[in-house]
């Protein structure tokens, strides 16, 4: 059914030509369509729009041609979605008003039924459905329940996260509480997403190497092997931590589908730790994307031959970064094909 299955083929751990290639946050800021839409509308305007989704959805695959498309949207309509305030300010990022920092505070947050409360997303995976017409499969995504837990408790970015590591050491019933309520919404919500028709689906543990290996096991990784144990009879579903990569074992044995890993980690020693069977994909600094295109081809070819071109998804180790230019993108994209 769909045209250019690589990706899918890729996760299932067949054998392909080459391994199929896509970008973290490919739909973003380095493409200059996408900034003119942004100086019209703001963030959630964009999100909320399904005309306006669709377009950044198909955008990077009309322009830059990666396997796979991503649909735009973002973690944080979760917590929106379960009563919890977020705004997204400019040059500071996710903004939310009122945190959650006690029992008390859980009051107010209610897990939706995110049919109803997120009907935005599904019509928005509809649209790009059609946009697409079969010729890549598209990806949903969420936050892992942790990494949604960090906005909401810290109400904002940070580089340690500090507040929602000292909400979960000292009120742990409250933080797993919590915890439970954005799995049981993430779970509803990603079924939901699957019924629209998405082909795989990605769960970002983005701030889940803030934790010891220990709490790690507690306070994310317990959630989001509920999230894969209800989501893999309907789908396959792809793991990205970063800086988890303590966990690759464990997660390995999970059930999902494939594995992120992050340019910190290399190639043979995430294999190692995953055990050496199961999809792996990454890890290309993004801020490599910075060295001229003849330097990144060299690297991406390096990093093909570490990784092995089967049970592998070449992408970045994290989100592409705002400043990237076009030609560079492009130079990732294509040197993966032409490997
Ligand atoms: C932690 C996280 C968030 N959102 C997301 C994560 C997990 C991935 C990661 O770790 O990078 C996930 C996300 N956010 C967005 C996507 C769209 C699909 C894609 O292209 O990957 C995806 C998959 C769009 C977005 N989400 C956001 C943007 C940029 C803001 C804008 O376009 O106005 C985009 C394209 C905003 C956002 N949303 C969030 C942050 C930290 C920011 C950045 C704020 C800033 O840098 O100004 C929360």
């Given at each position: 059914m ?18 199929p ?10 493409l ?26 198909v ?38 008003p ?26 928005a ?36 996260f ?33 019924k ?8 970002f ?46 997660m ?67 989100g ?20």
């Amino acid at each position: 059914m769909i045209k250019n299955d690589l990706f899918l083929r890729a996760l299932r751990g067949e054998t392909v030509e080459r391994p199929p290639v896509w970008m973290m946050r490919q739909a973003g800021r380095y493409l200059p369509d996408f900034m003119k839409l942004k100086e019209k509308y703001d963030f959630f305007t964009r999100c909320q729009t399904p005309e306006l989704a669709t377009e950044i959805t198909v955008m990077p695959i009309d322009q830059i041609g990666p396997d796979a498309a991503i649909l735009f949207s973002d973690i944080l309509v979760i917590p929106q979605a379960m009563n919890i305030e977020v705004q997204m300010k400019p040059g500071v990022g996710p903004w939310l008003p009122n945190p959650i920092r006690s029992a008390a505070d859980l009051d107010r947050v209610v897990v939706p039924d995110v049919a109803d409360s997120l009907s935005y997303v599904m019509e928005a995976i509809d649209m790009t459905k059609d946009a697409l017409a079969n010729r890549v499969p598209l990806i949903g995504f969420a936050g892992s329940p942790w990494t949604i837990l960090c906005y909401c408790v810290q109400g904002q970015g940070s580089k340690n996260f500090d507040k929602a590591k000292e909400f979960c050491f000292t009120q742990p019933e409250a933080a797993h509480e919590l915890l439970q309520r954005i799995t049981d919404t993430t779970i509803a919500y990603l079924h939901e997403k699957v019924k629209h028709g998405v082909n795989a689906v990605q769960v970002f543990d983005s701030w889940g190497g803030m934790l010891s290996p220990v709490d790690y096991q507690e306070f994310s990784w317990k959630y989001i092997q509920q999230i894969i144990n209800s989501l893999r009879p309907v789908t396959e579903v792809l793991v990205f931590g970063k800086g988890c990569w303590f966990a690759l074992n464990e997660m390995s044995k999970s059930g999902a589908a494939a594995l992120g890993v992050d340019w910190t980690c290399s190639a043979r020693n995430a294999r190692y730790l995953s055990g050496g069977n199961i999809t792996l994909q990454g890890n290309f600094d993004p801020s490599r994307l910075f060295s001229p295109p003849a330097m990144i081809k060299k690297m991406v070819k390096q990093m093909i031959d570490d990784f092995g071109k089967d049970k592998y998804i070449a992408n970045l180790g994290h989100g592409i970064l705002p400043n990237i230019p076009v030609e560079n993108a492009q130079a990732f994209v294509d040197a993966v094909k032409e490997y």
